[in-house]
């Protein structure tokens, strides 16, 4: 139990977990000192990803190092749409994202990015008014691209907090059911606040909101739902380097060695509460083999029921936007932040139960 607790607090920073209150954390106000780099983290990400990145780690290492390089997309809310936002927004050089046909792309999914480094302002909170736009690493948006949401389908986001890939998916499609699960109940109640803050009342009503123990859905719920989402609690590769407290820090990489059990075991549950013929997306915001493929060969090897789907379309199109590792299995994916494409880290792969 105390592994999940640790996990779920690192969990803070992974997937859509990039939005503007990582970027308030990590890049601080114009004309004051950036944050120091954890020298211990950078060391350990310096052994192991030499190893297993080789000569792509220099380039990945300089762009995680320096956040003032770092990017932010702006996902709009079709629920609350502005003309003159979208105006502001190509005024100030940016563009849409995903200009090209992708196997999967629903209209009224809009999302801007501009090539320059920084954040577009951040909007405040207000009860009864919906946000129009939310702060995202883009990389985030390619786990819910990959799970092709149809309406009507039952939908589980497992570990959803704070809210943002739930958003997405409702910028994509109007599900019958979709569940939003967020063990952490600080947490839990940041996703809350989230949804009510992009989502209109009446859509609220499709939403269930759980605080369940992840391992524990596909128990309660077995074959319920047509899509999962796993975007796992994960070492947080960005987050983690600028870790102000050493011993904090070591804890971290003591534990992360105990992670992907706890992923291979919210990957098991996710796979009982799908569905036959239903898909899962795995994702990370990690490079870490032994929290992204590894885990996904180990369930692989583990089943008879369940299949890779090949996502490498979707990874041929998308290419030109970021910068993807080669060589990778067809169903998985692996984002690699680089200059003027500082995106990700982020792991994406698709799963089916037959």
């Known amino acids: 139990m105390w ?6 607090r690192l969990a803070a920073s992974c997937g859509l977990r990039g939005g503007p209150s990582l970027a308030q954390e990590q890049v601080k106000s114009e004309g004051k000192r950036q944050k120091q780099i954890c020298q211990v983290v950078l060391d350990h990400f310096e052994k192991q990803y030499t190893q297993e990145l080789g000569e792509a780690w220099s ?3 300089e762009v995680l190092t320096s956040p003032l390089c770092w990017q932010y997309a702006v996902l709009l809310n079709k629920f609350s749409y502005s003309s003159e936002l979208e ?3 190509h005024l100030k050089g940016y563009r849409i994202l995903f200009q090209e046909t992708l196997p999967y792309l629903p209209g009224s999914l809009k999302c801007y990015i501009s090539r320059t480094p920084g954040r577009f302002p951040a909007q405040k909170h207000q009860i009864g008014k919906l946000k129009k736009y939310y702060l995202l690493n883009a990389a985030s948006l390619l786990s819910v691209l990959a799970l092709e949401i149809k309406d009507g389908e039952r939908v ?7 809210g943002g890939k739930s958003i997405a998916m409702l910028q994509c499609a109007w599900p019958g059911h979709l569940h939003c699960n967020e063990y952490d109940s600080l947490r839990s109640k940041w996703l809350k606040q989230t949804l009510e803050s992009f989502i209109p009342e009446p859509l609220m009503n499709l939403i269930t909101l759980s605080e369940l123990d992840g391992r524990q859905i596909g128990d309660l719920h077995p074959e319920l739902y047509d899509k999962v989402l796993l975007d796992a609690p994960c070492s947080n590769d960005r987050s983690w380097l600028f870790s102000s407290d050493i011993r904090q ?3 971290r990489l003591i ?3 105990e992670l992907s059990a706890l992923q291979v075991q919210l990957l098991r549950s996710a796979i009982k509460a799908l569905c036959p013929g239903g898909s899962v997306i795995y994702s990370t915001c990690t490079l ?3 929290e992204n493929s590894d885990v996904i060969s180990h369930i692989l090897n583990s089943y008879n029921n369940v299949l890779p789907v090949d996502i490498s379309e979707l990874a041929s199109v998308i290419s030109d936007e970021f910068s993807l590792v080669a060589g990778v299995q067809p169903h998985e994916l692996l984002v690699l932040p680089a200059k003027g494409k500082a995106w ?3 792991y994406v792969a698709k799963l089916k139960k037959t």
């Open 3 to 8: 592994l999940l607790r640790a996990a779920a």
């Open 59 to 61: 380039t990945v290492r």
């Open 87 to 89: 105006n502001n927004l």
């Open 156 to 162: 589980l986001d497992m570990c959803a907090a704070p």
């Open 249 to 251: 820090a070591t804890l």
């Open 255 to 257: 534990q992360r060695k």
């Open 288 to 290: 870490s083999k032994a």
């Open 344 to 346: 990700g880290p982020m």
